[in-house]
């Protein structure tokens, strides 16, 4: 069974970067099958794509956080991460990992973590 | 970017009611689309995707449909659990654009 879990500092300061891994069991974040992004969804609000990257390294991001994010994966802990820098109060967010399935153009996240919320505050 | 509107932002339905919920990107995405459910504390679950496929396990009264400019979730019968926000995702061209989210509510 595919499972997530987010973890990292709930609290963050201001202008300062912001740090989640995103730990990966019951499937290979090396897969060719599949990517893995970042979601986020600010109290009371809609969610937001931050950004996947597949099991070649290449990433892609949302444009409107593109110069401030960094994702990454590490296959020997079969994790993947999340940057953001210079971070301000609209990043507090509760924060998912998620597993987006690209098989035969078949696509879509069907594997999600429980989130870890993020507070942006001095 | 692809932008996608979504209506109602908010419905208030009884048991047993039909209800339809829209998506409508700013340019085309073919059938790049999939349909989430997301219950309150919890992560979203996907129901639909390539626009009309029902997931494995989803319940046959949640349909998905397109049309030349628009895609439509439609529960054909609203059940007690079905009370939730339903989110549209598309993801054509390697950039994904979630809808504003529809907050299906009891009447």
């Known amino acids: 069974q595919v499972q997530l879990q987010e973890s990292g500092p709930g609290l963050v300061k201001p202008s300062e970067t912001l740090s989640l891994t995103c730990t990966v069991s019951?499937?290979?974040?090396?897969?060719?099958?599949?990517?893995w992004g970042w979601i986020r969804q600010p109290p009371g609000k809609g969610l937001e794509w931050i950004g996947n990257?597949?099991?070649?390294?290449?990433?892609y991001y949302n444009p409107s956080l593109k110069s401030r994010v960094t994702i990454s994966t590490d296959p020997s802990k079969n994790q993947l991460s999340l940057k953001l820098s210079s971070v301000t109060a609209a990043d507090t967010a509760l924060y998912y990992c998620?597993?987006?399935?690209?098989?035969?153009?078949?696509?879509?996240?069907?594997?999600w973590g429980p989130g870890t919320l993020v507070t942006v505050s001095s | 970017a692809i932008q996608m509107t979504q209506s109602p932002s908010s419905l208030s339905a009884s048991v047993g009611d039909r209800v339809t919920i829209t998506c409508r990107p700013s340019q085309g995405i073919g059938d790049d689309l999939s349909w989430y459910q997301q219950k309150p504390g919890k992560a979203p679950k996907l129901l639909i995707y390539?626009?009309?496929t029902l997931q494995s396990g989803v319940p046959s009264r949640f349909s998905g449909s397109a049309s030349d400019t628009d895609f439509t979730l439609t529960i054909s019968s609203l059940q007690p659990e079905d009370f939730a926000t339903y989110y549209c995702?598309?993801?054509?061209?390697?950039?994904?654009?979630f809808g504003q989210g529809t907050t299906v509510e009891i009447k």
């Open positions: 998620a597993r987006y399935s690209a098989i035969d153009g078949i696509k879509f996240f069907d594997y």
């Open positions: 990257i597949y099991h070649s390294g290449r990433t």
């Open positions: 995702l598309q993801d054509y061209n390697y950039l994904w654009t």
């Open positions: 019951g499937a290979s974040i090396s897969s060719s099958s599949y990517s």
């Open positions: 390539a626009a009309s």
